[in-house]
């Protein structure tokens, strides 16, 4: 289903905050990937409301909008509305989250922009492999030294491409970053680090040169990923230090001297040799693994692999694939289990399509499983049918696993790079020592995965029952969903707060004032208890307390956020007495909150009440200014 994708870049942009909000925007083959200057002010509810959005993921300092197929062309129009690219034009934003997501947000930003030439490469690897196995293709002519330099040219600069993301994400200036890379390639050194220019001696057990009488052990750095990541934070150091040092009048030549006479020795010298034999060690380790139980290795990693790209760290596992194409000559970590998975997700979506009778599912199901089986794209069957009806990602997994069983055992095994692991992606199971095997018992295996999980997603699938109808004039069952009943009727709400009422468009917060997140009124508490506006049911509830969705029966939707940028508060202060999904009447106490502790942090109290479907209702009028007491009429919305 084609998205008008002017309206949903729109619409996208301003319940993330408005352009000014945006740091930087990027994509991914299915994700929409911004980094955000205040990731408070994006409502996520509004964002997955938005017609094509199959869901929201807030992961390494990125907040990420899974779009699907689409996400290419909508993001030809979104970056129109502003002007941010991927660098984001300025420092980037600091990433949140805990240590570890950080990092596998980091390496996942800087290696998703080298898809594309991964991919490319990858894929005329693939060509001149069945040219020269099935076409008759002779390695000694013209054209396979240009097509396996095509081919093969990414991989083996790989350390530049990566100085270069790495420097964008980093904000640091990717000419300067270039150079180590490059200087881990170039030619001569090369030759030297293999022992062909020089007599080598020994250090720690490892062949080695030395420069000034230091040693330096050698390596091979071409295709490597774990040198360059190794490196980030020194480069990002020695670049602001050169800076730092350089006088204005020479800094154009001595902060970058310095940069180069600093950062290469120390990559040469200490950070590349251990990132060689971290990676070694990695794939030994894979190795050993899938040495001792292939069958086990991959089945178990099938199963797990749709609950990695979940949380998008499944870019992350994208060095490690590059280091055992490198070291191994083959991967299964990245190829072959996500090869099972994608083909499973496909699997199960294609198997609700036939057991459904409602024809939007139907529909959905279809276009998801072509998506996945085909092209790879798992996203929108995972979050549009799978995780939404649960009992098809059952199916999913046991599929993926059942086909990772079967792989590991006849010991399918990935070559190239190339598109991301579907059916279309299997001609890069086709080995130069034996074309066949993997390729044939690849596509095998993808059709385990996908007769498996389209059997048991079309065993275990059931269509929800549709919501009984509210009877005429009552109020909607109490067992409904959240969701706003098909038909609105006006709403009159009564203060939530006892206070003073202010116009919206009068507080700090500019996204509130402007209206973004939708027509309402503010109110200054001056008691530090939020009511229910109406009879209702809550839609979603901040875990730090400070902000909830109230949904009415009458289909008028409200968000009442308590102070502004009181996210930063971590839930101190605040006392929900209700969740997601309880039922409220009219005056009933939801929250508690301190208003002393809040002020005392800096932060205003004002707490705006915002109509959130502002646009469902022809109108939206504030009834109320000055003091305001619970039962003091507060906005009116008209059908």
């Known amino acids: 289903m084609a998205l008008d994708y002017v309206e949903t870049s729109k619409k996208i942009i301003e319940a993330v905050g408005g352009v000014g909000n945006i740091s930087s925007a990027g994509n991914c083959m299915t994700r929409l990937r911004l980094v955000l200057?205040?990731?408070?002010?994006?409502?996520?509810?509004?964002?997955q409301g938005i017609k094509g959005v199959k869901g929201v993921m807030r992961q390494g300092g990125q907040y990420q909008i899974i779009i699907g197929n689409e996400v290419s062309n909508l993001f030809k129009e979104f970056k129109k509305h502003g002007n941010w690219g991927e660098d984001g034009g300025g420092a980037p934003a600091k990433a949140t989250g805990n240590p570890i997501m950080r990092m596998f947000g980091f390496v996942s930003g800087c290696m998703t922009p080298l898809l594309p030439g991964l991919l490319g490469c990858g894929m005329i690897k693939v060509l001149l492999t069945i040219l020269t196995n099935f076409a008759g293709m002779s390695t000694d002519t013209s054209a396979y030294t240009i097509l396996y330099s095509m081919g093969d040219c990414f991989m083996f600069f790989l350390p530049i491409f990566l100085c270069y993301t790495s420097a964008k994400k980093s904000g640091g200036n990717p000419v300067l970053w270039m150079i180590v890379g490059a200087t881990l390639v170039y030619p001569n050194l090369i030759s030297l680090l293999g022992g062909n220019t020089v007599e080598l001696g020994t250090f720690l057990g490892m062949n080695s040169t030395t420069f000034f009488g230091i040693p330096v052990i050698c390596a091979s750095y071409t295709s490597s990923?774990?040198?360059?990541?190794?490196?980030?934070?020194?480069?990002?150091?020695?670049?602001?230090?050169?800076?730092?040092?350089?006088?204005?009048?020479?800094?154009?030549?001595?902060k970058p001297m310095l940069f180069v006479l600093i950062c290469v020795p120390v990559c040469l010298i200490f950070l590349g040799p251990l990132g060689y034999t971290i990676g070694n060690l990695l794939s030994g380790g894979v190795s050993w693994l899938y040495n001792l139980s292939p069958w086990l290795t991959v089945g178990i990693l099938s199963a797990l692999m749709p609950f990695i790209v979940m949380t998008g760290m499944h870019y992350a596992l994208v060095p490690l694939m590059y280091t055992n194409l490198s070291v191994l000559g083959y991967d299964v970590i990245v190829k072959v289990t996500m090869m099972c998975s994608n083909i499973a997700q496909g699997g199960a979506?294609?198997?609700?399509?036939?057991?459904?009778?409602?024809?939007?599912?139907?529909?959905e199901g279809i276009a998801c499983g072509i998506s996945a089986t085909i092209a790879g794209v798992t996203e929108p069957a995972m979050y549009g049918i799978n995780m939404r009806y649960v009992k098809p990602m059952i199916g999913a997994v046991t599929g993926a696993a059942v086909a990772g069983l079967?792989?590991?055992?006849?010991g399918v095994k990935g070559y190239q790079t190339g598109g991301s692991p579907s059916f279309l992606?299997?001609?890069?199971?086709?080995?130069?020592?034996?074309p066949t095997h993997s390729f044939v018992f690849g596509i095998i295996g993808g059709v385990i995965a996908l007769v498996v999980s389209a059997v048991?997603?079309?065993?275990?699938?059931?269509?929800?029952?549709?919501?009984?109808?509210?009877?005429s004039g009552g109020a909607a069952s109490p067992t409904a969903s959240a969701a706003a009943p098909a038909s609105l009727s006006d709403t009159t709400i009564v203060s939530p707060v006892v206070g003073e009422?202010?116009?919206?468009?009068s507080i700090q917060d500019q996204v509130f004032s402007t209206g973004t997140l939708g027509q309402g009124i503010a109110i200054e508490p001056s008691v530090g208890e939020v009511h229910a506006p109406c009879d209702g049911t809550i839609s979603t509830f901040f875990d730090t307390g400070h902000a909830f969705g109230i949904v009415a029966d009458t289909g008028a939707e409200f968000l009442i956020h308590v102070g502004m940028d009181t996210i930063k508060l971590g839930g101190k202060g605040f006392t929900p007495l209700v969740k997601e999904g309880d039922r409220v009447k009219k005056g009933q106490l939801l929250l508690k909150f301190d208003i002393d502790y809040i002020k005392s942090q800096g932060l205003p109290v004002t707490t705006p009440v915002v109509v959130s479907n502002t646009d469902d209702f022809s109108a939206v009028t504030a009834l109320a200014s000055g003091k305001v007491a619970l039962n003091t009429k507060l906005l009116k919305i008209e059908k």
């Open 425 to 434: 992606s299997i001609v890069t199971f086709i080995s130069e020592s034996d």
């Open 456 to 471: 048991l997603a079309f065993i275990l699938y059931k269509d929800p029952e549709k919501a009984p109808a509210a009877a």
């Open 501 to 505: 009422a202010v116009a919206l468009n």
């Open 225 to 254: 990923v774990l040198p360059i990541m190794l490196m980030v934070p020194v480069m990002k150091w020695v670049e602001e230090f050169a800076d730092r040092v350089s006088p204005n009048v020479l800094k154009s030549f001595m």
């Open 349 to 363: 979506t294609l198997g609700v399509a036939l057991k459904t009778k409602d024809e939007e599912t139907r529909s």
């Open 406 to 410: 079967f792989c590991g055992l006849t």
């Open 37 to 47: 200057k205040d990731e408070s002010k994006a409502n996520d509810a509004k964002v």
